[in-house]
């Protein structure tokens, strides 16, 4: 268990470091600025829903969270069928893309941003939320969001294959991106992201720091406050 878990921690920070990588690489790009280290993520102050923000009105969840099988939820709007194609999807927290992109397959198009934040046990988190089967994508991977900002649109997945809706992820693990069949899902990775939200609308850490930042080759202005 202890090799195990020494491999588990060397492929984190492997993957870690290329997702950094690549979005190095993507600064050097004309378009916004971006962060390249993931101490460098603002602290976000709080988490809504990502659909009909801040807090969900005309949406519902149609498919729930269940551990072991569907780790994620899908959303609807009210009106049923593909009413809500189109409608805007929201992050959930400010954040950092990390991927943004058609992935194929049953994904289609794909947006994964990772949140810091200070719990209410004063300790630092990441987590990652994911929003699947896009009509449209509205950032590219390296660019800073901010809580409620509009960032795609809901879609019916790769060539329409599913009724419209918004499939919705919030993973503990920041290493799982698009290799989930390597991580079990459970608990361990992931959360039940209605259940993560409610708990953590509104944070206040002992501290949180705004960034400021002009251009990839600059430092980044820090300004903390209580």
Not at 33 to 56: M, N, Q, R, S, W
Not at 79 to 93: H, Q
Not at 108 to 131: A, F, P, T
Request: proline letters at 4%; charged letters at 25%.
């Amino acid at each position: 268990q202890m090799a195990e878990g020494i491999v588990r921690g060397i492929q984190n920070y492997l993957d870690k470091s290329f997702v950094f990588r690549e979005i190095e690489q993507e600064a050097k790009k004309p378009g916004p600025p971006v962060l390249v280290k993931e101490g460098d993520i603002p602290f976000t102050d709080g988490f809504d829903y990502p659909v009909g923000a801040p807090d969900g009105r005309g949406y519902y969840v149609l498919k729930g969270f269940s551990s072991g099988f569907h780790v994620g939820e899908d959303w609807n709007g009210n009106g049923g069928g593909n009413t809500d194609e189109g409608d805007p999807v929201f992050a959930i927290g400010d954040g950092l893309v990390v991927l943004a992109g058609d992935q194929k397959k049953g994904w289609g198009n794909v947006i994964i941003c990772r949140h810091r934040y200070l719990d209410k046990d004063g300790k630092e988190h990441m987590v990652d939320s994911v929003y699947a089967h896009l009509g449209s994508i509205e950032v590219k991977k390296g660019e800073l969001v901010k809580r409620g900002q509009n960032i795609g649109t809901i879609g019916r997945g790769p060539h329409d294959m599913y009724a419209a809706h918004l499939h919705f992820e919030i993973r503990e693990n920041t290493a799982i991106m698009m290799n989930r069949p390597d991580f079990a899902k459970s608990l361990r990775n992931y959360y039940s992201p209605r259940n993560f939200i409610k708990q953590h609308r509104n944070l206040k850490g002992k501290s949180f720091v705004n960034f400021e930042v002009k251009n990839i080759f600059d430092k980044a202005t820090l300004s903390t406050q209580k």
